[in-house]
Nanobody, 123 residues
Framework: QVQLVESGGGLVQAGGSLRLSCAAS????????MAWFRQTPGKEREFVAT???????AYANSVKGRFTISRDDTKNSLHLQMNSLKPEDTAVYYC?????????????????WGQGTQVTVSS
């Protein structure tokens, strides 16, 4: 089992930055693919970014060029640097992990989830 705990959310003005972190326990993450998803009330959880165990990356078009996903396997952690934030980035952000192979961008592909951290961007 993998336990994931997100942190770093908060309230920020449009144009500002936040850095989300995800701390993992229970297993070493070095062989897991990791991702960030987000969800707003009444909408499905949507893909934000993923980083595979080998460093391969993928981003949603809506965040490309503004967000950067990274991982530190020595600290069993995942990060999301969010710059140039927009009000439409407001959501609960979730960290996810899977042992599946290949770039995955759907919720069904990920086996482990954190509880989420709220990000609110004011206009």
């Amino acid at each position: 089992q993998v336990q994931l705990v997100e942190s770093g959310g908060g309230l920020v003005q449009a144009g500002g930055s936040l850095r989300l972190s995800c701390a993992a326990s229970g297993r070493t993450l070095s062989r897991y693919d990791m991702a960030w998803f987000r969800q707003t009330p009444g909408k499905e959880r949507e893909f934000v970014a993923t980083i595979r165990w080998n460093g391969a990356l993928a981003y949603a078009n809506s965040v490309k060029g503004r967000f950067t996903i990274s991982r530190d396997d020595t600290k069993n952690s995942l990060h999301l640097q969010m710059n140039s934030l927009k009000p439409e980035d407001t959501a609960v952000y979730y960290c996810a992990a899977t042992m599946s192979q290949g770039i995955r961008t759907t919720t069904q592909a990920f086996d482990y989830w954190g509880q989420g951290t709220q990000v609110t961007v004011s206009s």
